[in-house]
């Protein structure tokens, strides 16, 4: 029904589509398996003609079809339903399904009751009841999912593509959306499934393609293959030799102790602990718990339970400052929106709050002192730009993320908390970046480092900690940091509830 | 790298071009010249320190409220809170025969408080700065009426008229006063590390809390400066009006809005300067003056500033 030809895509100088296949028949469920950033997202904005491919043919019933937009690929056949959905919250379901395609009456106003009636249909079809009157931000994430999937058939979708529908569901809410989905199987649709979680492949899929650094790995049917076989495929072998050497032995003293933590209510708890001058790496899939545990710790997540010792001292920080009186720093994942004012200069953001370092008179900043100690700063972690007075703005990925660090190597912290450091980074200045980290943990001081990339977590860290579901799984280290130990962990680990 | 900063730090015009000062300083000059042709009056001595005396009180009030737009914020209540400010400061003096400065620190107690009433609330009850100081603005206008029964309260010591009308040598007081608080104001924006987090705010709120910065902190003390500033700003104008007036102040919010505006900061927080809203409230002020000694029509002269201002707003959004 759909088949998609050596799909090339490039952003700039940046290959990230190397030719990828992909065929699904009417009434199947294929998965597409991937680690993160191994191009299934761009695969699907490009089947859904939000991108387009720099190279290779789409056909829909064996015609060759280009989307110019997402219109076009709705017109074909096409619906999706993406992780974050596009509802709006305040309108009912019904008022979403038709949202900017509105049956009217002859004298132009709304026909209520012609929408009404064709989306109780769509959501009988779908095997759902779902209270058509209430704003869909009153429903269900579940609820909302189907609202979603009802929007995209009310459009006449024959090939639905579903990008990781279950991340946020409940296990019951999990299962109504297989029924769904076994129905829609039944009625002939074609179903493309986006998911980590290697059992809900197992139950609900019917053939697999995996995808792996932008390239096609291969399509099996899921009765020929399983767990193991399907990590190594997404995995694959990688030579990695930008890391620092790890050192030969860490201390047992411990800096941190997380005692416990418990992201939200009857969720899994957590504990784990820090030692002097180890990195600890955070792995896991997206949505698994590792940022809000970091932020938990800081004050800046509110977490049912959270309790921490500093030291051996037992510690409440309400907000990331008190987390900085105590020596313990926060690199968060999204540089723009939670790492870097962009309207300040280099010099300004890194002196964001280090003004204790220079002042004069007590209540003045010694601007003399904060230039030269930026000067210094910038030098040390080999930021390129013009000058200290650079607008932030102006610089790359990398040199913002360096800029990020010289903040808080500027300061007196003995915990880092790097959150995705080399996101969006070029090779070298990633290698530069792993360079400090290893020269900071040198020094005695620890870090807590936070990735999606698997080849960093293994090649960084001393020891790492899984998550799965809002809590760690398990912590593995020395020998067991290998990709298919942590991915099995991370895709099939089970959390255990202790509260 | 030291090098490359020094050539940046020596005077470029095309750097001063980029200032963002340079537009409220070209409009400025060109209202000034304008101004200058209609009337023979405009660039006489005497002339400019009326001007400036008179823009003193928004222009005062505008320091405060620039503060609280740098993090984003806007505070409706300064126009009220002076004039509950000199209201309570002169009830005291009068039905209560306490001195001139036990009255005056109250007046300036009035505005502390209310800033860090407004301030508490928008930062740590979270709720919209708009609809906040909207409220306090509807409160602190009432509890003036309330407690004068709507009329002046006048009989204070006349020593209290210095603030308004007084001179050192050719300078008005109130000329003075402006001066000074500006000057805090520039150095505590440029010089302390509390400025800096100010900008810090307004410029990524998240950012600036993950790194440590105590927003909340910082977000309550804009307030209150808005508050000390408008108390400066009642003195000014009790001493000026030897009483105290509960109607006085109505819409000087908007004016002093306006003058921040037109100051070149942005209305999102973030960017801007104290000495544009300085150029700003002077602008303003000059074409009060300017529109009153052409004889235009009151009523006119709203107009006109209306849409000066809103002629200004849309080339300051052309230039960066």
Known sequence: MLELNGIKKSFGPVQVLHGVDLTVRGGEVHALLGENGAGKSTLMKIVSGILQPSEGTIRVDGQERTFADYDAAIEAGIGIVFQEFSLIPYLNAVDNMFLAREKRTRLGLLNRRAMRERARMILGRLGVTIPLDVPVARLSVAEQQFVEIAKALSLEARILVLDEPTATLTPDEVEHLFTVMRELRRQGVAIVFISHHLEEIFEICDRITVLRDGSFVATCAVAD?????????????????????????????????????????????????????????????????????????????????????????????????????HGIGLLPESRKEQGLITSFSILQNISLNNYGKYRRNHWFIDLKAERAATADAMRNVRVKAQGPDARIDTLSGGNQQKVVIARWLNHQTKVLIFDEPTRGIDVGAKAEIYALMRQYTAQGHSIIMISSELPEVIGMSDRVCVFKGGGIVATVEGGHINSEDIMTHATTGRTQNVA | MSHDATVERRFDARRLLHSPLALPLIGLIVVSVLMGFASDNFFSVSNIFNVLRQVSIVAILAVGMTFVILTGGIDLSVGAVMALAGTIAAGLMVNFGMPGWVGLLAGLGVGVVLGVFNGFLVAWGRMPAIIVTLATMGIARGLGLIYSGGYPISGIPSWISWFGV???????????????????????????????????????????????????????????????????????????????QPNAGVGFELDAIAAVVLGGTAIAGGRGLILGTLIGAILLGILNNGLNLMGINPYMQDVIKGLIILLAIYIGREWR
């Open chain 2, 166 to 244: 007084g001179r050192i040598g050719i300078v008005p007081v109130p000329v003075i006063a402006m001066v000074i608080v500006y000057a805090l104001a520039w150095v505590l924006l440029q010089r302390t590390a509390f400025g800096r987090h100010v900008y810090a705010i307004g410029g990524n709120e998240l950012a600036a809390k993950l790194s440590g910065v105590k927003t909340q902190r910082v977000k309550l003390a804009v307030y209150a400066i808005s508050g000390v500033t408008a108390a400066i700003a009642a003195l000014i104008l009790t001493g000026r009006l030897m009483s105290g």
């Open chain 1, 225 to 325: 293959t399983d767990t193991d076989r399907l990590v190594e495929m997404m995995v694959g072998r990688r030579i990695e030799n930008s890391f620092p050497p790890k050192p030969a032995h860490i201390p047992a003293e411990i800096v941190l102790d997380c005692e416990e933590v418990q992201l939200r209510k009857n969720g899994p708890v957590s504990s784990f602990q820090l030692r002097k001058g180890e990195i600890l790496g955070f792995a896991g899939l997206v949505g698994s718990g590792r940022t809000e545990t970091a932020l938990a710790m800081l004050g800046a997540f509110p977490a049912a339970r959270c309790r921490v010792r500093v030291d051996g001292q037992e510690m409440r920080f309400r907000e990331p400052a008190d987390g900085l009186a």
